[in-house]
């Protein structure tokens, strides 16, 4: 079966200049996909032969007159340009034409858009963002919500971490991912009242076997791995994955300041060169972009703003992934699983729900 | 005057072995100094010679029978071990034969023990632990709270900005440190019903000139330096750091495992060593350490428990830069400010603010 995906090519920091190119790797890569190319068309057409896709059967251009800019208020994207390439490519998934959207323009937008037009899953109150950090393992921490929803109640979190776990189930190719919540201490009886009540929650479905809930994590665990998902409110998330940028270039700028001044020779320079290029590989790893927009009715992804070719067509492939092993069904059946009986099962979740995805993934490298 | 500070030589994962030649360092370094070395005189007596403190005049053993260890509980710290060397640091505080209180021992012990012990200032609810973290700009960051307090209300976070910024005042001598309240986003409309009540709170004191509060903060900008102090509750300042902390550790082990696997000969070797020395040095420099345990009746100050001689003295140094400057009337007189006219007048604040501190400190290098 074909998968097909809609791109907003005028979104993030480089719009079609990044987003063709890696269209284009991307196709060449996955025989089994087709690409709609969201924008303005007078922009996008005479750059398809530079990018090579010109006459490429599996492309088609949607055209889009406005573009969102990384500027834009949430309200300008949601109420002012309607016919903006960010929400048409979404509307495209709604319509069934695409079976996921990828963007690079801002997160508070698409998230405000996509929730306006494709509506929430039944039993999801608040839709959430899942993304990937980098561990000590080498493999992917996934952590939600990153900033959708800043004042939480345990349900929410509860939620965060069913929709997640099925995520990382289907994305990893893990049939049980280990669940941690976020704390302050790994007993108990440590924590604020939300993760405390959450902890009941997320335990109550652990002994069903709904969920593989490791139990308390600390902001350490992040980056060594300790669980493959960590659920945390969108306030915490947010500040917390920000810290962790703002450290990542401090270390950058000591690296190259220090490299700088103690040496010079070519050695040292090169040394220093690769050093930096080794530790950006690590600690902001391309594969890894692509954060999931969880809980709508219908799949959507970031990309990073400032992504290059190689990076957003990551963020596409995450998106392909998502599509072809079934994730929306798979978070459909997990949160219908949690609603009183008869009241999940209304014949929109059970459609969602009817086809469960395989859980083994051959992740492209 | 002279500044007689109580150390808890048996806290922290080194002991005496630690904390006398800090001791001894300390001493030499300044003399208008008095130490209490709080400990068990059989463990401590013998010592003396071998860390140049045997007949020292400015010295005194202060026997203690018990130890408290870092794996102990607070409860334990708190109802069991009564005869403590930390319980025992911080009670020669409250009696007045110390005018700050040093130790390295768990931080939960020492808060309950502080606070048990001291008890809290007039007109604060909660108090606080401030710690230091580096900048870009090469200058501290101040936050708190850091954990003593995970579920907050505006009015604690208010509490934590005067006394955060009481203690920058006097420590860093900058008359109006800027505060910055840790939110999600810059603008005004953006955060938890926590940070925009508190903002409120903080802006109405701005306007006062009782604070000079910049605004929102995000977590990159703890480590960009925007702002002298960042306010946040102890459940994000917590995970936040506890976050970089393990980033940090993931990128020493990036460095040290490129460096070992690329470069096999002497120089690389040589400048790999220097590279994570300096980041070490700059990311986690021993200069600030020494967290401050804010809104007691007396000053404490918790030392990282694996810190070295070199750090464990900068601890020393901020205990006795907080007694000689004054640090606790400055606080008190801030908090009495916010109280009702009368209230906060208690005889008791009166005289713990009677004599305002001077802002110029000339801090030890």
Redesign the interface.
């Known amino acids: 079966m074909t998968i097909k995906i809609s791109i907003d090519c005028m979104g993030g920091d480089h719009g079609p200049s990044v987003t063709l190119p890696a269209a284009a790797s991307f196709l060449k890569r996955q025989s089994d996909a087709e690409l709609i190319l969201v924008g303005q068309e007078a922009v996008l057409q005479p750059l398809l032969k530079k990018y090579k896709l010109a006459g490429e059967a599996r492309i088609r251009i949607h055209n889009a007159t406005e573009v969102v800019t990384m500027e834009d208020p949430v309200e300008v994207a949601l109420r002012r340009k309607k016919d903006s390439s960010l929400r048409v490519a979404v509307t495209l998934v709604k319509d069934g034409q695409a079976q996921a959207a990828v963007s690079a323009g801002n997160t508070g937008a698409l998230m405000a858009v996509s929730r306006y037009v494709l509506k929430t899953l039944p039993g999801v109150d608040r839709p959430a963002i899942c993304t990937i950090l980098?561990?000590?393992k080498d493999g992917p921490t996934y952590m939600l919500d990153l900033?959708a929803n800043?004042?939480c109640e345990p349900q929410h979190l509860h939620q965060f971490a069913l929709m997640g776990s099925a995520l990382v189930a289907v994305m990893e190719g893990k049939a049980k991912p280990t669940v941690g919540l976020?704390?302050?201490g790994e007993e108990d009886m440590?924590?604020?009242?939300l993760?405390k009540a959450t902890a009941g929650l997320l335990r109550a479905d652990h002994e069903k076997g709904i969920l593989n809930f490791y139990g308390n994590v600390?902001?350490?665990?992040?980056?060594?791995g300790t669980t493959d998902l960590v659920v945390?409110d969108?306030?915490?998330g947010?500040?917390?994955?920000?810290?962790?940028?703002?450290?990542?270039?401090?270390?950058k700028?000591?690296?190259t300041s220090?490299?700088k001044k103690?040496?010079v020779n070519k050695?040292?320079a090169l040394?220093?060169y690769?050093?930096i290029k080794?530790?950006s590989r690590?600690?902001n790893p391309s594969r890894y972009n692509g954060a999931s927009l969880l809980g709508l009715k219908g799949l959507v992804f970031k990309s990073h703003g400032g992504a290059d070719v190689y990076a957003f067509e990551w963020a596409i492939r995450r998106a392909y992934d998502a599509a072809k092993y079934d994730v929306l069904a798979r978070i459909a059946a997990s949160m219908a699983e949690l609603m009183p009986q008869g009241q999940g099962r209304t014949a929109e979740a059970a459609a969602l729900a009817s086809e469960p995805a395989p859980v083994s993934l051959d992740q492209p490298n």
Chains 1, 2 share one sequence.
Do not use: H
């Not at 600390?218 to 060594?224: K, M, T």
């Open positions: 980098p561990n000590q900033g800043v004042d976020l704390n302050v440590k924590g604020n009242e993760v600390e902001g350490n665990d992040i980056f060594e945390c969108g306030f915490v947010n500040v917390t994955l920000k810290a962790s940028e703002g450290l990542g270039r401090f270390v700028q000591v690296l220090e490299f103690g040496l050695l040292g040394i220093a690769g050093a080794a530790l690590r600690l």
